[in-house]
């Protein structure tokens, strides 16, 4: 069983930056392919980014391509979602994801465990 724990979310301002991490607690961290998802009010949850087990490859939505990086260490059983040059759009509730599979998925039934969830709000 993998627990998630998001931390790190807030209000920003648009055009700065935030970095939000994702605690892992299982054995088999470093097995898994890890996921940002975020859901903001009155719309469906979607994926934003992804992070792939041993060979680090990533996938990022199109929104937030070039402005968001992912990245996982291993060693802290922990994934990090660095935030530059948030929009306004970019407000919702963030989720981190975990899944025990081989390629990058980006539909949110695929994964089964989650965090809790953390706030992320961009003021204009």
């Known amino acids: 069983q993998v627990q998630l724990i998001e931390s790190g979310g807030g209000l920003v301002q648009a055009g700065g930056s935030l970095r939000l991490s994702c605690a892992a607690a299982?054995?088999?961290?470093?097995?898994?392919?890890m996921a940002w998802f975020r859901r903001a009010p009155g719309k469906e949850r979607e994926f934003v980014a992804a992070?792939?087990?041993?060979?680090?490859?990533?996938r990022y939505a199109d929104s937030v391509k070039g402005r968001f990086t992912i990245s996982r260490d291993n060693a802290k059983n922990t994934m990090y979602l660095q935030m530059s040059s948030p929009k306004p759009e970019d407000t919702a509730v963030y989720y981190c994801a975990a899944a025990d599979m081989m390629v990058i998925v980006t539909t949110p039934r695929a994964y089964p465990y989650w965090g809790q969830g953390t706030q992320v709000t961009v003021s204009s």
């Open positions: 299982g054995p088999t961290f470093s097995r898994y392919v």
């Open positions: 992070i792939k087990r041993s060979d680090d490859s990533v």
